[in-house]
């Protein structure tokens, strides 16, 4: 992903949150686990409208993140000041690019937004990226999708969505399959008495991995003590027919 990022845009952004309203009690305690036993601070890439990164900085974790859409940042910044939360570690920016000076004890990626990075080149150069700025024996933690997530193929679905306004958002999505990218096509639609006032239409692209190539590729960029992880389970192997695996990794000598 390189220039503007024009992904979840504000429609986009507003769906995603009306979707997810709140954290999943599994998959807060299975990341919490992480950032309790990590030195700071902590990042999370792509961290979207903040569900994770508010909720463990309003815990006083020393966490930041970064995003390439500006509106889910509007969103996280906006949530940030209604909870009074104070964000001064939050940035713009592609996870290829990321070159800051610290160096961080957890990378973190939840959601399987890690599969947004694409092609071979920017995956490898978003790995290294990471692995250059974790702290020695620091972790990367990541969630990705496999071909057991792929929906039912060019059949659309959808769902909608009240707002405080009284204004109705449609959220309607049909899914193709290009090798091992799958691509969710969306569209939009913001309603106000029958009649369509706003209208987006989006077509994401998600990377899907085998087992084994995330393994791969995390050691091509020099990660040691590699293994996946069953979502949210730290302690159990991913099942065969899994949709997501999580994958830790640890920079060490």
């Known amino acids: 992903m390189q220039g503007n990022f024009n992904k979840y845009l504000s429609l986009a952004a507003e769906v995603y949150d009306l979707d997810n309203p709140s954290l999943p009690v ?4 299975f990341y ?44 996280l910044y906006a949530k940030a000041k209604a909870r009074k939360l104070h964000i001064g570690n939050i940035w713009a920016g592609f996870a290829e690019n990321l070159d800051r000076d610290e160096r961080y004890g957890l990378i973190f990626i939840p959601s399987g ?31 990705v999708r496999t071909s057991h997530a792929v929906p039912p193929l060019g059949i ?19 899914t193709a399959l290009e090798g091992n990218i799958f691509v969710p096509f969306a569209r939009f639609e913001l309603v106000d008495q029958h009649h369509v006032i706003q209208t987006e239409v989006e077509e994401f692209k998600v990377r899907i991995y085998e087992p084994e190539e995330m393994c791969e590729l995390l050691k091509e960029v020099g990660f040691k003590n590699i293994r996946t ?25």
């Not at 599994?26 to 305690?29: G, K």
């Not at 991913?238 to 830790?248: L, M, R, W």
């Open 113 to 143: 937004s890690f599969g947004f990075v694409i092609d071979d080149i920017a995956v490898k150069k978003t790995l290294k990226t990471f692995h250059q700025h974790l702290k020695e024996g620091g972790k990367l933690v990541l969630e």
């Open 32 to 75: 919490r686990h992480y950032l309790q036993n990590a030195q700071e601070p902590i990042l999370e890439p792509m961290c979207g409208t903040g569900r994770f990164l508010l909720t463990f900085l309003e815990e006083g974790f020393d966490i930041h993140g970064f995003d390439a859409s500006e509106y889910m940042l509007a969103a």
């Open 156 to 174: 659309w679905k959808g769902k909608r969505f009240r707002r405080e306004d009284g204004k109705m958002l449609i959220y309607s999505l049909c």
């Open 26 to 29: 599994d998959a807060y305690n």
């Open 229 to 253: 992880v069953k979502a949210f389970y730290n302690n159990q192997d991913p099942e065969e027919n899994a949709k997501t695996i999580i994958y830790e990794a640890e920079k060490t000598d």
